[in-house]
């Protein structure tokens, strides 16, 4: 008998929606950190999509219940219900109401490895967006699904702003690279420094108790926090451009990925006094700015 081949997940071609289902230009979006949601909410505004937040899967899972949204942005891994667990529920209505599968719902994942695309179209979902992403690439991947008011404007300049190294100032090392923040900043003409200020407020006042997070899951030997908390703070300090301190998230991470804690507290204490050249640099920077 002929042999029937193994299903590829492989997201379907990119479909121009009909015009009925771009009624909407609400966008939801999932994602548990401050940090995150700030700085992607900013891009879909400029790309003229209004932007709803959803801090856990339940939460999402619940908005779209209730309401209408053009896409979903789901972030993979978030607390209380993660966002594999969300879209499989979300999949499961649209089944048991007898509706095609017609609400886009992308994948947000820290992680750029070949298997979780695989696992993320195998959940239901359509696309996938690996973090930290510029709005080029957001607008490339969501623009494939639902129609973009404001498209044009993102290729004003495809290249990110470049500071001239002598307005960048050395504080011993740099602990900040600026052009993350110029990267916040070009999100939008109006607001932009306003929307700098609001990330770095966010960062600062999220990551102490991401922090103390990570000290308790070591404590209570708990790789599986430690590698949740460790991805999540991973890609709010890479937003802000706290590149040393991104790097140890990531190596906080692969602990947590290999089922072990041991050796996390010689991290994390590198990671506290990490946070804390940080917290003084972006103060710094704020001072200027005010």
């Known amino acids: ?28 979006l999932a ?18 999509l209004e932007a709803h937040g959803a801090r856990n899967g339940e939460d999402a899972l619940r908005a779209v219940r209730s309401g209408e949204y053009a ?3 789901m972030d993979c891994q978030m607390p209380v219900m993660d ?21 886009p719902i992308i994948a947000i994942t820290a992680n750029a490895l070949q298997g979780d695309r695989e696992a993320c179209l195998a959940a239901g979902m359509d696309d996938y967006l690996s973090k930290p992403f510029t709005q080029q690439q957001l607008a490339a991947v969501i623009g494939r699904w639902i129609p973009l008011p404001l ?19 050395v504080i011993q090392r740099d602990v900040i690279n600026h052009v993350a923040l110029e990267n916040i900043r070009a999100l939008s003409r109006e607001r932009g420094d306003a929307l ?5 407020a966010a960062y600062v006042d999220d990551t102490p108790q991401q922090l103390r997070s990570l000290r308790e899951a070591i404590a209570g030997d708990d ?31 692969h602990l947590g990925r290999a089922d072990t804690t041991e050796g996390a507290n010689v991290i994390l204490t590198d990671m506290e006094q990490e946070f804390q050249a940080v917290r003084h640099s972006l103060s710094e920077i704020l001072e200027k700015e005010m």
């Not at 667990?85 to 979300?90: G, P, Q, S, V």
């Not at 999949?91 to 095609?100: S, V, Y």
């Not at 404007?153 to 100032?169: K, Y």
């Open 71 to 73: 896409a979903v942005l």
């Open 1 to 28: 008998g002929a042999t029937v081949p193994a299903p590829q997940f492989v997201p379907p071609e990119p479909i121009r929606r009909p015009a009925a289902r771009a009624r909407s230009r609400r966008v939801l």
């Open 151 to 169: 498209a044009a404007t993102v290729h004003h300049d495809d290249q990110p702003p470049r500071l001239p190294p002598e307005s960048v100032e």
């Open 31 to 48: 994602e548990d950190n401050v940090v995150n949601i700030e700085v992607a909410k900013a891009m879909l505004e400029s790309l003229g």
């Open 196 to 200: 700098v200020q609001q990330v770095i």
């Open 223 to 253: 790789s599986g926090s430690v590698r949740k908390v460790a991805h999540t703070l991973k890609s709010a300090s890479a937003n802000v451009g706290a590149q040393k301190l991104a790097q140890l998230c990531k190596e906080m991470e």
């Open 83 to 103: 966002g594999f667990a969300a879209t499989a529920a979300i999949r499961r209505d649209e089944r048991e109401a007898g509706r095609e599968r017609c609400l």
